[in-house]
């Protein structure tokens, strides 16, 4: 009982500090212009996490604008309302975006991109809607968001907005959900990775964290973001690990680790409760130790491979603390690339897939990495060698690992 009670110490402890994160970051500020019923719902709800549009809490923050956000996803929406009313109300939604603009300049509120949506197959644009992109784009950067472009009519308008030459980062064509045509035919999806790479090349890069947090449609742009957090970890514990320490206290990289997976699963932002976080863990870490990862984790490690990176005099080398981080991280990563994939294509994911997959992962990705972790005992040979020699070795093989790390995550 007190080995498991542990196991749900740190799984809390993930939990608790993945909730302190995302509650740090600040928030990505977007304002959503469109007319009503060209489809801003739809690709809000399609390009950010937990249905937003729908299940975010709507405040007004003037009479023709509402603010939409949840405490859960790092993102704030701007929404306009009003604009198909009289030219008079187009200049006061205009003139109360101006004014939230402005007051939020340089706070965690300012709005950094704007999408201005007009349904494609309308095939006009207002005078009164050029004006207003005009004026939004000498704010802030204005991305033509063409709605339910379909067929050859939605090509020829993207076409003439084009011709047009507005003052807008770019016209960018999307269908936000599939378009049935017929029992034998769909229209897939498409638009939504390209506006989500052009979205993060606009915005600062202090909430590009927050934004890949928010959006769920490139699930390999979260991937790739968790490799990078991933290396500045496990670099981290390569410097802490890498003077050889008392197996008995492998349990020290325990706090570097969690804060590991703390990270990884802020950037990733799927839905996931303690039990499931104890379930994977214990997948790798076992179930009869009482530090779960660390010392257990290498203790594994160490089964699937007998012989190599062997506890050589009761010491572990750095380069097995960090190949045993890069195996947790690296199969933690593939997990929730998959919890987020099945998330998004409205599929539920098991446990026990997510426990099989994170054991198969660790296990494949300890015997790739043979080779190091032979590397890692015969680092310990060098503590029987003089002062130079040591230093010599230890260099070299530290700049090996980091080509290696670099490499592996770039």
């Not at 390209?194 to 390999?220: H, M």
């Not at 009482?290 to 005099?313: D, E, H, L, Q, Y």
Request: charged share 25%; hydrophobic share 40%.
């Amino acid at each position: 009982m007190k080995n498991m009670n542990r196991h749900f110490d740190v799984a809390q402890e993930i939990l608790d500090m993945t909730e302190k994160e995302l509650k740090n970051l600040a928030p990505v500020n977007i304002l959503i212009v469109g007319k009503s019923g060209v489809g801003k719902s739809t690709l809000i709800n399609s390009v950010f996490r937990e249905r937003i549009a729908d299940t975010g809490t709507g405040q007004p923050v003037t009479k023709h604008l509402q603010k939409i956000s949840r405490a859960d996803v790092p993102i704030t929406l701007y929404d306009t309302r009003g604009l198909e009313l009289s030219p008079e109300v187009q200049k006061q939604v205009q003139d109360e975006i101006y004014s939230v603009i402005e007051e939020n300049k340089g706070t965690e509120d300012a709005v950094h991109v704007a999408y201005y949506c007009i349904q494609a197959t309308s095939s006009r644009i207002e005078d009164s809607e050029i004006k207003m992109i005009q004026a939004i784009s000498e704010k802030i950067p204005v991305v033509l968001v063409l709605t339910q472009a379909i067929g050859e009519q939605a090509a020829e308008f993207h076409h003439v907005l084009e011709e047009m030459n507005l003052p807008v980062v770019a016209v960018h064509s999307v269908l936000a959900q599939p378009y049935v045509i017929s029992d034998d035919y769909t229209v897939e999806a498409f638009g939504l990775k390209e506006l989500i790479e052009r979205t993060f090349n606009l915005i600062p890069e202090s909430v590009r964290k927050s934004f890949t947090n928010a959006q769920q449609v490139d699930i390999e742009r979260k991937v790739n973001s968790a490799k990078t957090w991933a290396r500045r970890y496990i670099l981290t514990t390569f410097g802490v690990g890498f003077i050889p320490i008392p197996f008995s206290d492998a349990s020290l990289l325990v706090p570097m680790q969690v804060a590991l997976l703390a990270h990884i699963t802020v950037i990733f932002g799927v839905p996931i409760d303690r039990a499931t976080i104890l379930s994977i863990v214990a997948a790798v870490g076992g179930t009869g130790s009482a530090t779960v990862i660390g010392r257990s984790v290498v203790s594994n490690a160490f089964k699937f491979i007998p012989g190599v990176g062997s506890v050589v005099g009761g010491i572990i080398s750095g380069t097995t603390a960090s190949v045993v981080t890069r195996a947790l991280a690296d199969s933690y990563i593939q997990v929730l690339k998959v919890m987020a994939t099945n998330e998004l294509g409205g599929k539920s994911t098991t446990t026990d897939k997510l426990v099989d997959l994170m054991q198969k992962q660790f296990k494949k990705y300890i015997k790739e990495n043979k080779n190091e972790l032979e590397k890692g005992s015969s680092e310990l040979e060098t503590q029987k060698e003089g002062p130079l020699a040591k230093f010599a070795v230890i260099k070299r093989t530290f700049e090996n690992f980091t080509d290696r790390l670099k490499n592996r995550f770039k």
